[in-house]
């Protein structure tokens, strides 16, 4: 089975890619890489299923030509990848010049294959050298951010096509510092909230140095969940809406409107740095472009106990293999909402979107029907979208390979290439050759 939608019904423009991200591709023992707080939040009991973590992963340190070449032969335009800032900078400030080697090497053989770069800065493997010094916790983050941008790019700014700073703003300050479900694993709120601002101002510092190095085409990259009460009750509602407000208003209203939502503001306000009020100018520097990473909704329901006092409750649609429910509708609601209240006219790109399932090798093929179903759905989103006016430019499918999932290891597949984890063989599944023929140009 084949794509229902293909290049052809897209504008000519319009741009296809699929995305990785450093630590759950490379394999972090290889090329002089510094430890990261994820290798640490791995090697501790309980965090992480079986204790896996990103010492090998798919080994694309040393086979990314041959993923390149899928990344080619599947016909798509742009390849989302990140630098590891814990590879370019070991202990987060002093350089590898092995990583940005890499990098390099990366880079011109994305362009030999007619492939644009879209560069993300940040996807989560902070040195750990910087966690010691309290992380996404420490004011000085911005500055260390930026000045690990600053070097990366000016070894590859000449080249890359797209670069975004922070890959999903809500990860690496609310799930990693209040839910305490990646690295750092901390389950605080004054924590939290110093993350989430700390994280927006490393962006807008990030993007304003960038910016006056000369660097073009840079935007952010937000994951947005849409929440919908559980039930019609007036606690439900307002339940749903704090969620919303902590999840993608906190970190869209900063960078858009210089605001946080009143009712974070309620719940979180004492907890935020002092001042913080200062720092809006530099959060909400303009971007050229913003990245929506979409995946499912939740159902919410008002919780006793402290702020935000919500809960989810498991609702009643076909699941995927992580246990998120598919509801292609919560992409198109958001493209819309994104244009209508916060970007205008700035392109859209749908960064990340896919699924996870077991995936089993059956006589040497993956037949994944239920995620070419996935994507025809959410691709459907995305053209009501564009009908309706919203300038949506590209749609990135998640993922390219099957990797390391974080928390859950190497058990959950969201690749449309199977990963063999024993031999590190790549086997293209049958979502792989829906997209390959759909996106032909022949
Ligand atoms: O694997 C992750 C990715 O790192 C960030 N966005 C969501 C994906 C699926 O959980």
């Known amino acids: 089975m084949t794509l229902e939608h293909k290049r052809t019904d897209f504008a000519e423009d319009f741009l296809f890619g699929v995305s990785t991200s450093a630590y759950q591709i490379e394999g972090h023992s290889f090329g002089g890489a510094g430890p990261t707080h994820w290798d640490t939040f791995a090697a501790t009991p309980g965090n992480v299923v079986n204790a896996e973590n990103g010492d090998v992963a798919c080994d694309h340190y040393h086979r990314w030509a041959e993923d390149l070449d899928l990344v080619a032969k599947g016909n798509f335009d742009v390849y989302r990848f990140s630098a590891s800032w814990a590879r370019v900078m070991p202990d987060g400030r002093k350089v590898n010049p092995e990583g940005l080697d890499y990098y390099d090497r990366l880079i011109d053989g994305m362009l030999e294959r007619g492939i644009k770069p879209a560069l993300t800065l940040y996807h989560w493997e902070l040195p750990a050298a910087l966690s010691d010094l309290g992380g996404w916790r420490n004011r000085e983050i911005a500055s260390w951010f930026a000045d690990y941008a600053e070097t990366l790019m000016a070894r590859i700014g000449d080249r890359v096509w797209s670069t975004a700073t922070i890959n999903e703003f809500w990860c690496v300050s609310w799930l990693s510092h209040f839910l305490g479900h990646h690295a750092p694993g901390l389950r605080d709120v004054r924590a939290a909230a110093r993350a989430i601002h ?26 947005l969940e849409y929440s919908q009460p559980a039930d019609d009750s007036a606690e439900a509602q307002a339940a749903a809406a704090r969620y919303d407000a902590i999840y993608n208003e906190a970190f869209l209203g900063p960078v858009f409107k210089r605001a946080y939502p009143e009712s974070l503001l309620e719940g979180l306000g004492n907890h935020l740095p002092n001042g913080w009020q200062n720092d809006m100018d530099v959060i909400s520097e303009p971007v050229d472009w913003v990245g929506i990473n979409y995946y499912t909704r939740k159902l919410i329901a008002q919780a006793p106990g402290p702020y935000p006092s919500l809960t989810e409750i498991d609702g009643p649609l076909p699941k995927t293999y992580m246990g998120w429910e598919i509801y292609p509708q919560g992409l198109e609601s958001f493209l819309k909402r994104v244009a209508e209240n916060f970007s205008g006219d700035l392109p859209l790109y749908v960064t990340e979107n896919g699924m996870a399932a077991p995936d089993p090798l059956v006589d040497g093929a993956i037949d994944d029907q239920d995620r070419i179903a996935y994507f025809d759905a959410h691709l459907s989103s995305v053209r009501n979208a564009i009908a309706a006016g919203v300038p949506v430019k590209g749609y990135f499918a998640w993922s390219l390979l099957d990797n390391y999932e974080w928390a859950f290891g190497y058990d959950k597949r969201f690749g449309l290439v199977h990963v063999d984890f024993d031999n590190l063989e790549r086997t293209p599944k049958a979502s792989y050759h829906a997209f390959r023929d759909s996106l032909s140009r022949a």
Not at 200 to 209: D, P, S, V
């Open 198 to 223: 700390h994280v927006l101002l490393a962006h807008g510092t990030a993007t304003q140095a960038l910016r006056a190095q000369g660097v073009g085409n840079l935007g952010a990259v937000f994951n």
